[in-house]
């Protein structure tokens, strides 16, 4: 691509040239700060060419309809009219930013360039106003349609069509299969491609203010806190005024930290049909907002969670796989939230006198009303939130703990994975789930750990199951 694009040539943009302004603007990968952005009007400039090859994108901007009464197309947007010296190609949220000069700097560039536009413009033959708003409509919606991305698709299902039974409940289609033996199928892909599956799957964020007054997503953020609270995530009957903590802290000799918690709200498979869209809400520790009993940014250990390595894991699918064997993976349930911060200071080896206390601030809106009456309430946290800069430490270490209980050890070499030689079963464990095994181990696990969760996330387990085949557990 030597040379600017001409807007004039065929083909060279998707719409009409009458419905395109003459403002041309350049972006290209060239180095030299002259060709990186040039901005030109393409009637006057024309195709200019350009020192070498080049890739980037060229903007037009598009002739709107006249406004209605009483507003202006500012930036491609309608605003209302007021009587003021903003410039048009200024939003108002950046122009109330600039200092006294920078504005009269910006009047001056914009009364310049809004003569050199108006030149150019009336050196074309086509009006500054698109007359028939119904055909400019159309054009416009149909390029955009032809120009779209696709709809990312769901995540694709391989079946063996001698054994595909389909059956339609409520629109969707459910696809169920019996066991059978499926042909190797390749997973690795060229460097930089992304195929369709790549853009499945996607979490989009909402604001938690829009979510509130969103049913499906206020439900979603309320039944998160409610968990947490049927947990005793925070201690309620603990609540005093933030001075008072401090000045205790300070007289004692003691470090405690302060935090507050945060509510998200995320929308699953966005990118699908409305009708397979999931809210989910999630409440975490603003981890990066810890103070201490004197103001000052809170210090951790720099010690982090181990690595999970992919050769384990591959290791233990191919184990599972062969004679005599088995292997699974599940999640755990609440995961981090299984862990009391007291417990802190024996699971980093120090002991219980090195716990240290962490008080939070409760979003106003969840805060109890008597609260109303103490200036800056806090709490005592007992669990383990998400977002706390220990939390994926404190729960490998509380899982590991238990493991080793049940005679697991750590295989040499190896971050993550564990083996129990005895039971002939090995573990790979990483950050979020928890295991089923085995009819003689699972309900040892299980009694000791009802009420706790045991493993961290993505656990592939391979044993010697000849005991165990034809039962299934849920964890």
């Not at 939003?91 to 000069?101: D, L, Y």
């Not at 930290?257 to 945060?262: D, E, S, W």
């Not at 201490?292 to 191919?318: I, N, P, R, W």
Request: aromatic letters at 8%; a neutral charge.
């Amino acid at each position: 691509m030597p040379d600017e694009i001409d807007p004039t040539s065929a083909d060279a943009i998707p719409v009409p040239i009458q419905y395109i302004d003459v403002e041309r603007i350049t972006i290209t990968s060239l180095n030299s700060l002259a060709e990186t952005n040039i901005k030109d009007f393409y009637n006057i400039a024309g195709p200019r060419a350009l020192s070498e090859p080049w890739t980037g994108k060229t903007v037009f901007d598009l002739l709107k309809p006249a406004p209605p009464a009483g507003q202006v197309w500012i930036l491609g947007e309608l605003k209302r009219k007021v009587d003021s010296t903003r410039p048009e190609n200024c939003r108002i949220e950046t122009w109330q930013g600039f200092s006294k000069p920078r504005r009269r700097k910006e009047i001056k560039e914009w009364e310049e360039f809004k003569a050199e536009r108006q030149k150019a413009r009336d050196k074309r033959c086509f009006p500054d106003i698109i007359a028939d708003e119904k055909e400019y409509d159309e054009k416009c919606d149909a390029a955009r349609l032809k120009l779209r991305l696709p709809d990312a698709p769901a995540m694709p299902c391989q079946l063996n069509p001698k054994e595909e039974k389909q059956m339609e409940t409520s629109g969707l289609w459910i696809c169920m299969i019996s066991t059978h033996q499926r042909s190797h199928q390749d997973h690795i892909g060229d460097v930089g491609k992304a195929s369709e599956d790549y853009h499945a799957m996607v979490h989009t964020p909402i604001d938690i203010s829009k979510a509130m007054k969103i049913p499906k997503a206020k439900e979603a953020v309320d039944a998160e806190w409610n968990k947490l609270i049927k947990k005793k995530a925070w201690l309620y009957s603990t609540v005093r005024p933030r001075r008072e903590v401090q000045d205790q802290a300070i007289a004692e000799g003691r470090e405690v930290h302060f935090g507050t918690l945060m509510d998200l709200c995320h929308l699953k498979h966005s990118e699908l049909a409305e009708h397979f869209h999931v809210y989910k809400g999630r409440v975490v520790f603003r981890g990066d907002q810890v103070k201490d009993e004197s103001g000052y940014y809170a210090v951790f250990s720099e010690q982090g969670t181990s690595a999970s390595q992919m050769a384990a894991a591959k290791t233990l699918d191919a184990m599972a796989r062969m004679p005599g064997m088995d292997g699974e993976n599940s999640d755990a349930v609440g995961a981090y939230t299984q862990v009391p911060l007291i417990d802190q200071g024996v699971l980093l080896g120090k002991g219980k006198r090195d716990y240290i206390e962490t008080w939070i601030s409760l979003p106003r809106n969840r805060r109890p009303q008597e609260w109303d009456q103490i200036e800056d309430p806090v709490c005592l946290l007992r669990l383990n939130l998400y977002g706390h800069p220990l939390a994926g430490l404190l729960w490998e270490k509380h899982c590991e703990d238990a493991l080793f209980s049940f005679g697991f050890q750590r295989v040499k070499g190896w971050e993550c994975f564990y083996v129990h030689k005895k039971e002939q079963f090995k573990i790979q464990i990483y950050v979020d789930e928890k295991t089923k095994d085995s009819a003689r181990l699972v309900s040892r696990i299980e009694e000791k750990l009802r009420d706790q969760a045991l493993y961290l996330a993505e656990i592939i387990v391979s044993s010697n199951v000849q005991e165990a085949k034809g039962r299934k557990y849920n964890a």
